[in-house]
């Protein structure tokens, strides 16, 4: 596995990220409790009815899809079955869930 140092100069230097890189360095952030949420993300996950428990846990095992640019910075929306959560690297080891949704049937 490459170190967290190496996925950071990584990060730094070719944002947006394939998936695959975004997705180690989710769950990095994850293992090393370096995730945030914003008030935004929170009262979505409160609306729909989602734990912030459950948003890290498709966070740790969902899957990345190809980055989008909004708002000023790259973001990268993760879904596990009906659960899309949207983060944005905040730093290189630090990520900022900005938004998330339960996919309506």
């Known amino acids: 596995m490459i170190s967290h140092q190496s996925w ?3 990060l730094a230097l ?3 990220l394939l998936p695959s890189a975004a997705r180690d360095l989710i769950r990095l952030a ?3 409790a370096k995730v945030a949420f914003a008030s935004h993300a929170r009262e979505e996950l409160a ?3 989602i734990t912030i428990d459950r948003a890290i846990e498709v966070l740790r095992a969902g899957v990345v899809e190809p980055a989008e640019f909004e708002h000023g910075s790259w973001r990268y929306r993760v879904r596990a079955a009906t659960i899309y ?3 944005a690297f905040r730093t290189e080891d630090h990520v900022v869930v900005v938004t998330a949704w339960r996919r309506k049937r």
């Open 8 to 10: 950071a100069n990584l």
């Open 14 to 16: 070719r944002e947006p």
């Open 30 to 32: 994850v293992a090393h």
């Open 47 to 49: 609306k729909d009815g």
């Open 85 to 87: 959560v949207v983060v």
